[in-house]
């Protein structure tokens, strides 16, 4: 078989599946990651590079998120705001207090592919900060 025969999926074809991930049980990197990896679809066999086929994934409890090491102090996020002197920092911790859903929504949104899709993908990651979500039955068992 020639490399030009082989099969690609179709967008129309693509059937998304629910995925629920509970904060408390996993450091935020480690659940990251697998979040990026059934956001882009990569968990399937018909799994395409420039086609969106992944699935949604609802993560709960982002208040009681679990990390490792000297995290909390050590890691900064950086925003600017293009002014001179509007370089505004925030520790791990502090951002937590803040909002605990921007947090996994930023390292899994490095962790996607810088391209058009990302942004799609991005909306069907849904994170709030308790055990409390509008998709109880949608979760394949």
Known sequence: ???????????????????????????????????????????????????????????????????????KDGKIYYRYSGYMGGMKEINLGDQIKKNSGKVIEDAVFGMLPKNKLRNEMMKRLKVYKDDQHPYGDKFEK
């Open 1 to 71: 078989m020639s490399e030009n025969n082989k099969k690609s999926s179709k967008a129309k074809k693509i059937k998304r599946n629910w995925h629920l991930f509970d904060a408390r049980e996993e450091s935020f990197g480690r659940m990251a990651s697998k979040i990026a990896v059934l956001l882009r679809g990569k968990n399937k066999v018909s799994f395409t590079p420039y086609i969106d086929g992944g699935d949604f994934v609802v993560v709960v409890n982002s208040d009681a998120l679990k990390y490792t090491g000297n995290k």
